[in-house]
Nanobody, 129 residues
Framework: EVQLVESGGGLVQPGGSLRLSCAAS????????IGWFRQAPGKEREGVSA????????YYAASVRGRFTISSDNAKNTVYLQMNSLKPEDTAVYYC??????????????????????WGQGTQVTVSS
């Protein structure tokens, strides 16, 4: 059974930090691009960051570049999203997703939700004073 399990969300003040984790199981981790997406109330789901576990290449949305860092621990089949200098506009449900390299590249997965094969259940991030 394929699973993507996110954790680490919560309530944080503006300027604070959180680290999200995405634990993957049930598929070959190195055969998939892994992305983080978010969806705020009333808005479309958008790509935030993505990583290629085999070579470590990373991609970021302009809105988070310089504040968020994506990384992977291939021995644990886990991807992390370190979020610093959080802003109220970062408030959203954050989802982890995986897309097979047979159908999509790491650069493409952030822009093409149709390329996602598996989704996690999401974790809420709220940035508020």
């Amino acid at each position: 059974e394929v699973q993507l399990v996110e954790s680490g969300g919560g309530l944080v003040q503006p300027g604070g930090s959180l680290r999200l984790s995405c634990a993957a199981s049930g598929f070959t981790f190195g055969d998939y691009a892994i992305g983080w997406f978010r969806q705020a109330p009333g808005k479309e789901r958008e790509g935030v960051s993505a990583i290629s576990p085999p070579d470590g290449s990373t991609y970021y949305a302009a809105s988070v570049r310089g504040r968020f860092t994506i990384s992977s621990d291939n021995a644990k089949n886990t991807v992390y999203l370190q979020m610093n200098s959080l802003k109220p506009e970062d408030t959203a449900v954050y989802y982890c997703a995986a897309g097979s390299f047979e159908r999509i590249t790491t650069a493409q997965i952030m822009r093409n939700l149709n390329g996602v094969d598996y989704w996690g259940q999401g974790t809420q991030v709220t940035v508020s004073s």
